[in-house]
């Protein structure tokens, strides 16, 4: 399965190397729109944490998605023309600019929604309006809709596929064939609110969806098809994600459950619910089972094959256009859960219980934990279910 999809990924990675050839030229606006839609500057606090200039901060996002769409040779200018900045970007194909208007244009819906959200004194001193900036364009393989990014994401990094979330579900795909340095092109990634906040403010959070309906909405529509139009798959995290869908677009979607959308007229789009990629951790949160560590464990697995299971999908669907959902899920979960079920289990011992490799195997050895790897397929406690 990794040689295969590896193979895949490094064949297109190829191609689109002997395609890129084009200068494009971009007007992003005025220096006002610019800055708020590039959440400028990162991180000032009297000293700034990089001290770069708007122009130096819009290069470094456009740098990041050039990359990231397979053109690592592009080089990006921003130059400011009495106060319009203007893009130009080299060593990529015609019509590269197209994308990019697109994410901008939706992000001025998002700013007016950020600011009404303010006016009704709802949006709090420390979020940011943060658009996902340094995605990949135009190569995309698949979209993942999540709830917030994380705030140090905007301030520390200054990339938004840089968490503790995205760097999970990367080494989840990574499981799947997919090579580390091409994950990216899996994870365009769509927040129902667009704000950069504290981890923890994911509650606070949850009734300021509607101020950002028309951002969203023009988010899927846009970036649910490929630079060709083919209809991408898209993961959907999360508790709140699915009930978002729910409301959206009348589809019911529990974690590996599958649903069909249409953002545009005609257009079929293939979604799969996960749990969030963070919720494995409070999953096995042996303080959730009165510090009983094989209730905690057997939760975890279960959450485990789930995730493996949900990247097995997304990694499958990204890289072949046309395949049956429901045919690739089974595939994948009897793949996980089943016929390589040790696997998934050691896996949760080395990167959620941190065990070294021998011990991982070791423990799942153990008559214990072979009983609670055949609970994988089983329901998830309902206790838990709300959260997943």
């Given at each position: 399965?990794?040689?295969?999809?590896?193979?895949?990924?490094?064949?297109?990675?190829?191609?689109?190397?002997?395609?890129?050839?084009?200068?494009?030229?971009?007007?992003?606006?005025?220096?006002?729109?610019?800055?708020?839609?590039?959440?400028?500057?990162?991180?000032?606090?009297?000293?700034?944490?990089?001290?770069?200039?708007?122009?130096?901060?819009?290069?470094?996002?456009?740098?990041?998605?050039?990359?990231?769409?397979?053109?690592?040779?592009?080089?990006?200018?921003?130059?400011?023309?009495?106060?319009?900045?203007?893009?130009?970007?080299?060593?990529?194909?015609?019509?590269?600019?197209?994308?990019?208007?697109?994410?901008?244009?939706?992000?001025?819906?998002?700013?007016?929604?950020?600011?009404?959200?303010?006016?009704?004194?709802?949006?709090a001193y420390n979020w940011y309006l943060f658009l996902p900036l340094g995605m990949a364009l135009e190569n995309r393989k698949s979209v993942e809709l999540l709830h917030f990014p994380p705030d140090y994401s905007?301030?520390?990094?200054?990339?938004?596929?840089?968490?503790?979330?995205?760097?999970?579900?990367?080494?989840?795909?990574?499981?799947?064939?997919?090579?580390?340095?091409?994950?990216?092109?899996?994870?365009?990634?769509?927040?129902?609110?667009?704000?950069?906040?504290?981890?923890?403010?994911?509650?606070?959070?949850?009734?300021?969806?509607?101020?950002?309906?028309?951002?969203q909405t023009t988010m899927v529509k846009d970036l649910s098809q490929s630079a060709s139009g083919t209809a991408l798959p898209m993961v959907a995290f999360g508790a709140p994600v699915r009930n978002w869908l729910?409301?959206?677009?009348?589809?019911?979607?529990?974690?590996?459950?599958?649903?069909?959308?249409?953002?545009?007229?005609?257009?079929?789009?293939?979604?799969?619910?996960?749990?969030?990629?963070?919720?494995?951790?409070?999953?096995?949160?042996?303080?959730?089972?009165?510090?009983?560590?094989?209730?905690?464990?057997?939760?975890?697995?279960?959450?485990?094959?789930?995730?493996?299971?949900?990247?097995?999908?997304?990694?499958?669907?990204?890289?072949?256009?046309?395949?049956?959902?429901?045919?690739?899920?089974?595939?994948?979960?009897?793949?996980?859960?089943?016929?390589?079920?040790?696997?998934?289990?050691?896996?949760?011992?080395?990167?959620?219980?941190?065990?070294?490799?021998?011990?991982?195997?070791?423990?799942?050895?153990?008559?214990?934990?072979?009983?609670?790897?055949?609970?994988?397929?089983?329901?998830?406690?309902?206790?838990?279910?709300?959260?997943?």
């Amino acid at each position: 399965m990794k040689k295969t999809a590896a193979l895949s990924v490094a064949l297109t990675a190829f191609a689109l190397s002997l395609t890129a050839h084009a200068d494009v030229d971009v007007s992003l606006g005025s220096k006002e729109r610019v800055t708020r839609l590039f959440a400028y500057p990162n991180n000032c606090n009297v000293i700034c944490f990089r001290n770069w200039t708007l122009e130096q901060t819009v290069e470094h996002y456009l740098t990041q998605s050039v990359q990231r769409d397979g053109y690592p040779g592009a080089r990006v200018s921003v130059t400011d023309d009495n106060a319009q900045l203007h893009a130009k970007i080299s060593g990529v194909p015609d019509g590269y600019d197209k994308p990019l208007i697109s994410l901008l244009n939706a992000g001025d819906l998002a700013y007016t929604g950020a600011s009404k959200l303010n006016a009704d004194g709802k949006f709090a001193y420390n979020w940011y309006l943060f658009l996902p900036l340094g995605m990949a364009l135009e190569n995309r393989k698949s979209v993942e809709l999540l709830h917030f990014p994380p705030d140090y994401s905007l301030t520390q990094a200054q990339d938004y596929l840089r968490s503790a979330t995205t760097d999970r579900w990367a080494a989840l795909l990574t499981e799947n064939g997919i090579p580390a340095d091409q994950t990216p092109a899996f994870q365009t990634i769509i927040d129902i609110a667009p704000i950069a906040a504290p981890s923890n403010a994911g509650s606070d959070l949850e009734g300021v969806y509607s101020y950002f309906n028309d951002y969203q909405t023009t988010m899927v529509k846009d970036l649910s098809q490929s630079a060709s139009g083919t209809a991408l798959p898209m993961v959907a995290f999360g508790a709140p994600v699915r009930n978002w869908l729910k409301a959206q677009y009348n589809v019911n979607l529990p974690v590996l459950g599958l649903a069909t959308i249409s953002p545009t007229a005609g257009q079929s789009v293939s979604v799969i619910g996960a749990n969030h990629p963070s919720y494995i951790w409070y999953a096995a949160d042996k303080s959730n089972y009165g510090g009983d560590e094989d209730k905690a464990d057997a939760a975890g697995l279960k959450v485990m094959g789930q995730d493996l299971s949900a990247a097995c999908w997304q990694a499958g669907m990204g890289q072949t256009s046309g395949l049956d959902a429901a045919t690739v899920l089974q595939q994948c979960t009897t793949h996980w859960q089943v016929t390589h079920k040790v696997d998934t289990c050691k896996l949760f011992y080395t990167s959620v219980r941190h065990l070294t490799p021998d011990q991982a195997a070791a423990k799942c050895r153990t008559g214990s934990v072979g009983r609670q790897l055949d609970q994988l397929r089983k329901p998830m406690p309902e206790t838990l279910k709300t959260k997943a």
